[in-house]
Nanobody
């Protein structure tokens, strides 16, 4: 299973980025997909998740109202607006164990390689 995350980069505070996570339709079929991030020296943390049908989403409080997760058959997207320096991290997408997998990393089984997001002040 291969997940390809892309779209990261360097952006000024207040800017926007759109991350993509691409995999085969079979990989995403019937499974939730989540985004997590890990900043240097910090634990990996939950960012957002979307259910298989896209009907249910959940966001970390720190990104709610600024980030939007969406999906189609072969990709999951994370649209990020009003970026802050504290959003700087490597962002990972992951395929959940179930059609909705919640916030815990242990509930995700396949992980992409990560894409770096750097927000300058």
């Amino acid at each position: 299973v291969q997940l390809q995350a892309s779209g990261g980069g360097l952006v000024q505070a207040g800017g926007s980025l759109r991350l993509s996570c691409v995999a085969s339709a079979r990989t995403f079929s019937n499974n939730a997909v989540g985004w997590f991030r890990q900043a240097p020296g910090k634990e990996r943390e939950f960012v957002a998740t979307i259910a298989w049908r896209g009907s249910t989403t959940d966001y970390a409080d720190s990104v709610k109202g600024r980030f939007t997760i969406s999906r189609d058959n072969v990709a999951v997207y994370l649209q990020m607006h009003s970026l802050k320096p504290e959003d700087t991290a490597v962002y990972y997408c992951a395929v959940g164990l179930k059609s909705y997998s919640g916030r815990a990393a242990r509930d995700y089984r396949y992980w992409g390689q990560g894409t770096q997001v750097t927000v300058s002040s």
